[in-house]
Nanobody
């Protein structure tokens, strides 16, 4: 079994910062691309950023310059540093990882989500 558990969400004022974490645990052989997604009320889930095992990153345009995705491969953990937060960043943030398990099967896994609320 593989688990992703996000943490670090919360309530912050406009202009504030938060750092999300997503450790992967379980029967993991290797982790390929990891990513952060978010879903605001009444909206579809959208990409925030992704990072490959080699550290290549990709961001949604609205997050460039404010959010930084990173990962610690030794700890199987991904992070999202969010600065200059805006009310429109309010959403549930989910982590996603493409993981090869010890069974050799490769699957996409999702965390349960962490709420980020930015007050104006």
């Amino acid at each position: 079994q593989v688990q992703l558990v996000e943490s670090g969400g919360g309530l912050v004022q406009t202009g504030g910062s938060l750092r999300l974490s997503c450790p992967a645990s379980g029967s993991i052989l290797s982790i390929n691309t990891m990513g952060w997604y978010r879903q605001a009320p009444g909206k579809q889930r959208e990409l925030v950023a992704t990072i490959t095992s080699g550290g290549i990153t990709k961001y949604a345009d609205s997050m460039k310059g404010r959010f930084t995705i990173s990962r610690d491969n030794a700890k199987n953990t991904m992070y999202l540093q969010m600065n200059n937060l805006k009310p429109e960043d309010t959403a549930v943030y989910y982590c996603n990882a493409n993981i090869k398990a010890l069974s050799r099967f490769i699957n996409d896994y999702w965390g349960q989500g962490t709420q980020v609320t930015v007050s104006s």
